[in-house]
């Protein structure tokens, strides 16, 4: 099949960016999304053209690395995928598909289709943890978790970190993904003692960061190709209440 | 060059603790006056990372990619071992200790691996503590699957992504020593070279990936673990960025390379579908609890699944291994595999397929527990092939998947290179010839939460170093070589592309030095190797320019440097004329077609020493000797 592509090219963080036209076509429906990338660049850098930057690793859907907005759509038009995971059977010959990188304050572009999104790494490092160092761990079965209580942290914990849901959102806001650590974390009796500081502390530094605010639109959980779901905002909102009544 | 591995005295199961002992500690003021570079943030690196800063020491962690999260250890699906015994069915340290040796087919050190099954049991431990939510029980206790190679059940998990939550519990434990300044981390940065003075290892060269710079870092140790070489193949259930780069370039500073025929191919991944595929994807091992493999017993019966009656069906593991059945390690479900599509009997358009079908435990179980239980998996698999497992059996084939070989390291993890350390996959030292499924996560944790924070400590406090900075002229040599190469890289303006000769790269290392090799396979590959070496540099395109973001330039190194490793690996598969684990010569087999070991002159670690890109390098031999476990014929039956 053939399509048409239109691309976000931007040379650095700095320089301006433009959309640019591109034709794809030998394009076989069992390739992913980014294997028909990968056949375009091909052609580019046989013509000694400098190759569409984007960035990809795992290539299935886990590691949260890949990160496109296809036709409007943080991941693509699957629900639930991550655009590695998109296959070219999704589309139809003669299609035009518009790829643009991830938008939002807090992730500027790095070069055509790749941003830097250190931001959320910092985000973590305010407080999504547990503070234990190693050793001195007691067994592991010293704590029996009720069984649905592990499944709702893992639920959460599902996360893969892509940033998808704060491209998605107008305001730009990390809840979602904040609020799947928070919940990860204020679920399980390892988290208890930090409870109240983690959820401070990780808001303080989404702010710090430009991340905006929730204004419950809910696009967030509409791209998240984890499917997480948006109650993880309301349990992170009661935290943050609760921490704040616990320290007037 | 004498290898010695350092392993300590004493009876087997207090060696580590007498070690530890005996090894020099560092004064706790005197801690973070020692800088440790620590290249990789997958399972190995960032518990590393993460424990050296608790122990206070000046720790700079680097990766490849944007975040430490993303390290390859985050697909890891299937779970990790540990002899905890939690569910009373004859689980203990001695016996994980046993599978591993066994299922490594007698090619391991002994001593190592004794310490990675006592150390296991502090893995889950500290996991737990960190929130890991690992699988739980209705009575709230912690669940256990089975994997290949074990007869019992000793395998944690967190759904199918055991190695997603368990990198997520060591990246946080990173990110909180990076609030604290203890580790200073450098995202996007590849490692080209080692910086060594006076015969230590005393820093690294790294491309900074979004400016082009190329920057330098003194230590005072250096610790590489950087995963595995499996996309030497090209196509591998391995990440795309995964690269043999940094342990390459390190090698040719001098670090001996272990054992690099050992690779394991995977039996459970999703077949090939095209030229345009850029990677094979796995399907757990985990499957194999549940899921059955079958054949056709008739050659070229083109019949649906669901037309072939059952008595029309060829069990085969079941059938050949009666006490393991589905749950034969991976060397021997993935032999099978290519034997019954040799014989004409492979499924699916290809022919280069087998069935593993979910039937019998979707009635047995219902399809909600299979749903609780590899959800994740079957939604992957449909994805991809746009075929819903629970209705018809899945379709599977043999990929390459993880490499045993590495940097050769002593009982400290220490290479013969004073002062590189090498943890994880990028070392030779825990799984022999084959590596047993859910093992390489409790490596890596082990080597980074628990071995490298007392030996890099005894290393530091037993060696004088004068200091050295990056102005030191080993360092401007060092980046002027790693500068020279992109230069070149770039200068060569051919009309091939890139990924083009991956691909062939690929072709003639799975064709020739895959699943089953022969001498004349191995001669072909190693005539082969070096014409399409000369064919890259002199006709490899590679637009762009240096000096910003180049991924082409980032693959190009990296293929480069696979164009010299792949050599290597074909010799050593060459030169071991046995059949061990996933390392399978022709030539060497039992009646029945099992491996057949040769340990009269093969039980040892093949070392090979770095003489020059295209000459014979020079082999070294660390004996292996059992003490324990008396080395037999591996049987499953
Ligand atoms: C699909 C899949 C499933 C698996 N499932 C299981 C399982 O269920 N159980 C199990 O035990 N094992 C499993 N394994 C194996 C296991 O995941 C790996 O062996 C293990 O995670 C490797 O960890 P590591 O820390 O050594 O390296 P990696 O996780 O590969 O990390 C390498 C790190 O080094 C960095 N790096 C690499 N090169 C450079 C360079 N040149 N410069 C700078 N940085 C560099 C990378 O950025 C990364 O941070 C699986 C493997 C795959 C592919
Ligand atoms: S590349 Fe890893 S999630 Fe897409």
């Given at each position: 099949?053939?399509?048409?592509?239109?691309?976000?090219?931007?040379?650095?963080?700095?320089?301006?960016?433009?959309?640019?036209?591109?034709?794809?076509?030998?394009?076989?429906?069992?390739?992913?999304?980014?294997?028909?990338?990968?056949?375009?660049?091909?052609?580019?850098?046989?013509?000694?053209?400098?190759?569409?930057?984007?960035?990809?690793?795992?290539?299935?859907?886990?590691?949260?690395?890949?990160?496109?907005?296809?036709?409007?759509?943080?991941?693509?038009?699957?629900?639930?995928?991550?655009?590695?995971?998109?296959?070219?059977?999704?589309?139809?010959?003669?299609?035009?598909?518009?790829?643009?990188?991830?938008?939002?304050?807090?992730?500027?572009?790095?070069?055509?289709?790749?941003?830097?999104?250190?931001?959320?790494?910092?985000?973590?490092?305010?407080?999504?943890?547990?503070?234990?160092?190693?050793?001195?761990?007691?067994?592991?079965?010293?704590?029996?978790?009720?069984?649905?209580?592990?499944?709702?942290?893992?639920?959460?914990?599902?996360?893969?970190?892509?940033?998808?849901?704060?491209?998605?959102?107008?305001?730009?806001?990390?809840?979602?993904?904040?609020?799947?650590?928070?919940?990860?974390?204020?679920?399980?009796?390892?988290?208890?003692?930090?409870?109240?500081?983690?959820?401070?502390?990780?808001?303080?530094?989404?702010?710090?960061?430009?991340?905006?605010?929730?204004?419950?639109?809910?696009?967030?959980?509409?791209?998240?190709?984890?499917?997480?779901?948006?109650?993880?905002?309301?349990?992170?909102?009661?935290?943050?209440?609760?921490?704040?009544?616990?320290?007037? | 060059?004498?290898?010695?591995?350092?392993?300590?005295?004493?009876?087997?199961?207090?060696?580590?603790?007498?070690?530890?002992?005996?090894?020099?500690?560092?004064?706790?003021?005197?801690?973070?006056?020692?800088?440790?570079?620590?290249?990789?943030?997958?399972?190995?690196?960032?518990?590393?990372?993460?424990?050296?800063?608790?122990?206070?020491?000046?720790?700079?962690?680097?990766?490849?990619?944007?975040?430490?999260?993303?390290?390859?250890?985050?697909?890891?699906?299937?779970?990790?071992?540990?002899?905890?015994?939690?569910?009373?069915?004859?689980?203990?340290?001695?016996?994980?200790?046993?599978?591993?040796?066994?299922?490594?087919?007698?090619?391991?050190?002994?001593?190592?691996?004794?310490?990675?099954?006592?150390?296991?049991?502090?893995?889950?431990?500290?996991?737990?503590?960190?929130?890991?939510?690992?699988?739980?029980?209705?009575?709230?206790?912690?669940?256990?699957?089975?994997?290949?190679?074990?007869?019992?059940?000793?395998?944690?998990?967190?759904?199918?992504?055991?190695?997603?939550?368990?990198?997520?519990?060591?990246?946080?434990?990173?990110?909180?020593?990076?609030?604290?300044?203890?580790?200073?981390?450098?995202?996007?940065?590849?490692?080209?070279?080692?910086?060594?003075?006076?015969?230590?290892?005393?820093?690294?060269?790294?491309?900074?990936?979004?400016?082009?710079?190329?920057?330098?870092?003194?230590?005072?140790?250096?610790?590489?673990?950087?995963?595995?070489?499996?996309?030497?193949?090209?196509?591998?259930?391995?990440?795309?960025?995964?690269?043999?780069?940094?342990?390459?370039?390190?090698?040719?500073?001098?670090?001996?390379?272990?054992?690099?025929?050992?690779?394991?191919?995977?039996?459970?991944?999703?077949?090939?579908?095209?030229?345009?595929?850029?990677?094979?994807?796995?399907?757990?091992?985990?499957?194999?609890?549940?899921?059955?493999?079958?054949?056709?017993?008739?050659?070229?019966?083109?019949?649906?699944?669901?037309?072939?009656?059952?008595?029309?069906?060829?069990?085969?593991?079941?059938?050949?291994?009666?006490?393991?059945?589905?749950?034969?390690?991976?060397?021997?479900?993935?032999?099978?595999?290519?034997?019954?599509?040799?014989?004409?009997?492979?499924?699916?358009?290809?022919?280069?397929?087998?069935?593993?079908?979910?039937?019998?435990?979707?009635?047995?179980?219902?399809?909600?527990?299979?749903?609780?239980?590899?959800?994740?998996?079957?939604?992957?698999?449909?994805?991809?092939?746009?075929?819903?497992?629970?209705?018809?059996?899945?379709?599977?084939?043999?990929?390459i998947h993880y490499t045993m070989g590495g940097l050769w390291v002593d009982?400290?993890?220490?290479?013969?290179?004073?002062?590189?350390?090498?943890?994880?996959?990028?070392?030779?030292?825990?799984?022999?010839?084959?590596?047993?499924?859910?093992?390489?996560?409790?490596?890596?944790?082990?080597?980074?939460?628990?071995?490298?924070?007392?030996?890099?400590?005894?290393?530091?406090?037993?060696?004088?170093?004068?200091?050295?900075?990056?102005?030191?002229?080993?360092?401007?040599?060092?980046?002027?070589?790693?500068?020279?190469?992109?230069?070149?890289l770039l200068s060569v303006k051919g009309n091939r592309g890139i990924r083009?000769?991956?691909?062939?790269?690929?072709?003639?290392?799975?064709?020739?030095?895959?699943?089953?090799?022969?001498?004349?396979?191995?001669?072909?590959?190693?005539?082969?190797?070096?014409?399409?070496?000369?064919?890259?540099?002199?006709?490899?395109?590679?637009?762009?320019?240096?000096?910003?973001?180049?991924?082409?330039?980032?693959?190009?190194?990296?293929?480069?440097?696979?164009?010299?490793?792949?050599?290597?690996?074909?010799?050593?598969?060459?030169?071991?004329?046995?059949?061990?684990?996933g390392h399978f010569r022709e030539e060497s087999q039992t009646p029945e077609?099992?491996?057949?070991?040769?340990?009269?002159?093969?039980?040892?670690?093949?070392?090979?020493?770095?003489?020059?890109?295209?000459?014979?390098?020079?082999?070294?031999?660390?004996?292996?000797?059992?003490?324990?476990?008396?080395?037999?014929?591996?049987?499953?039956?």
């Amino acid at each position: 099949m053939k399509l048409k592509l239109k691309i976000w090219r931007q040379t650095g963080p700095t320089s301006a960016g433009r959309l640019v036209d591109y034709a794809a076509d030998h394009v076989s429906p069992d390739m992913s999304f980014l294997e028909m990338l990968d056949v375009v660049n091909e052609g580019l850098i046989k013509q000694g053209e400098d190759a569409i930057a984007f960035d990809s690793d795992c290539r299935e859907g886990i590691c949260g690395t890949c990160s496109l907005v296809v036709n409007g759509i943080p991941h693509g038009p699957d629900r639930g995928t991550t655009v590695c995971q998109l296959h070219m059977r999704r589309f139809k010959e003669g299609d035009t598909v518009t790829i643009e990188p991830w938008r939002a304050v807090a992730f500027p572009v790095v070069k055509d289709l790749v941003v830097d999104r250190s931001a959320m790494d910092r985000v973590i490092a305010a407080g999504g943890y547990v503070s234990v160092n190693v050793g001195g761990a007691p067994d592991g079965n010293a704590i029996a978790i009720p069984k649905e209580i592990a499944e709702t942290a893992m639920d959460s914990a599902a996360c893969i970190g892509c940033g998808a849901c704060v491209a998605a959102c107008k305001n730009a806001s990390a809840h979602l993904f904040m609020g799947a650590k928070i919940s990860h974390l204020s679920l399980l009796p390892q988290g208890q003692a930090e409870r109240q500081r983690r959820v401070v502390a990780m808001i303080e530094q989404a702010d710090a960061e430009g991340f905006g605010s929730c204004s419950n639109e809910g696009e967030c959980e509409a791209v998240c190709p984890k499917e997480i779901p948006i109650s993880n905002i309301a349990r992170m909102t009661r935290e943050y209440m609760k921490a704040m009544l616990a320290t007037r | 060059m004498k290898l010695d591995a350092k392993t300590p005295s004493g009876a087997l199961a207090e060696k580590w603790d007498r070690h530890k002992f005996e090894m020099k500690l560092v004064n706790p003021a005197n801690k973070r006056k020692y800088t440790v570079i620590c290249v990789g943030t997958g399972l190995a690196g960032a518990s590393a990372a993460a424990s050296l800063g608790e122990l206070g020491y000046n720790v700079l962690n680097f990766c490849i990619q944007d975040s430490p999260r993303r390290a390859h250890s985050i697909a890891a699906q299937g779970g990790i071992n540990a002899a905890k015994n939690y569910q009373n069915d004859g689980d203990s340290v001695y016996r994980l200790f046993y599978d591993t040796v066994k299922g490594g087919d007698y090619r391991s050190r002994e001593a190592n691996v004794y310490r990675l099954a006592q150390l296991s049991v502090n893995i889950i431990d500290q996991c737990v503590a960190q929130g890991v939510p690992f699988a739980r029980e209705y009575g709230g206790l912690l669940d256990n699957r089975s994997f290949g190679g074990a007869q019992v059940s000793r395998t944690f998990y967190a759904r199918g992504q055991t190695g997603q939550q368990l990198l997520l519990g060591a990246y946080q434990s990173l990110m909180r020593q990076v609030h604290q300044r203890a580790v200073r981390l450098f995202t996007r940065r590849e490692m080209l070279d080692l910086v060594v003075i006076d015969g230590q290892a005393r820093g690294i060269i790294v491309r900074n990936l979004m400016t082009g710079a190329i920057e330098r870092y003194a230590a005072d140790a250096v610790i590489l673990a950087t995963g595995g070489y499996g996309t030497a193949y090209y196509l591998s259930t391995n990440a795309v960025g995964s690269n043999v780069t940094a342990i390459w370039r390190a090698h040719k500073r001098g670090a001996l390379f272990a054992n690099p025929c050992y690779t394991q191919i995977h039996p459970t991944c999703i077949p090939v579908s095209g030229e345009h595929q850029s990677k094979l994807t796995l399907m757990s091992e985990s499957l194999r609890n549940d899921g059955r493999v079958w054949v056709p017993k008739k050659t070229g019966d083109a019949r649906s699944p669901e037309q072939i009656p059952e008595a029309e069906r060829d069990y085969y593991l079941e059938r050949k291994y009666p006490s393991f059945g589905n749950l034969v390690p991976r060397d021997v479900a993935s032999r099978n595999a290519k034997e019954a599509c040799d014989e004409g009997r492979g499924v699916g358009e290809s022919g280069l397929a087998v069935y593993l079908d979910f039937q019998d435990a979707i009635q047995r179980l219902g399809a909600d527990v299979i749903k609780e239980k590899y959800g994740n998996l079957f939604h992957m698999y449909q994805k991809i092939t746009d075929e819903n497992p629970y209705k018809v059996p899945m379709r599977i084939y043999p990929a390459i998947h993880y490499t045993m070989g590495g940097l050769w390291v002593d009982y400290n993890l220490m290479s013969n290179l004073p002062g590189l350390h090498v943890l994880g996959e990028a070392n030779f030292s825990d799984h022999g010839a084959n590596r047993l499924g859910a093992s390489a996560l409790m490596q890596g944790l082990a080597d980074g939460y628990f071995v490298i924070p007392y030996t890099i400590g005894h290393y530091l406090a037993s060696t004088t170093q004068p200091k050295v900075t990056a102005d030191h002229d080993a360092f401007k040599e060092a980046a002027d070589n790693a500068q020279r190469q992109i230069t070149r890289l770039l200068s060569v303006k051919g009309n091939r592309g890139i990924r083009e000769i991956h691909r062939e790269l690929g072709r003639i290392m799975w064709d020739d030095v895959g699943m089953a090799r022969t001498a004349e396979s191995l001669e072909r590959a190693l005539t082969a190797i070096p014409k399409l070496r000369d064919e890259f540099w002199n006709g490899v395109s590679v637009p762009g320019t240096p000096d910003n973001l180049n991924q082409s330039l980032e693959y190009a190194g990296r293929v480069a440097d696979y164009l010299e490793f792949a050599e290597l690996l074909a010799l050593d598969a060459l030169h071991r004329r046995e059949s061990c684990g996933g390392h399978f010569r022709e030539e060497s087999q039992t009646p029945e077609g099992e491996a057949l070991r040769d340990d009269e002159n093969y039980a040892y670690v093949a070392a090979w020493e770095f003489t020059g890109v295209g000459r014979q390098p020079e082999l070294h031999k660390e004996p292996l000797q059992f003490e324990e476990v008396h080395p037999t014929q591996r049987s499953y039956k």
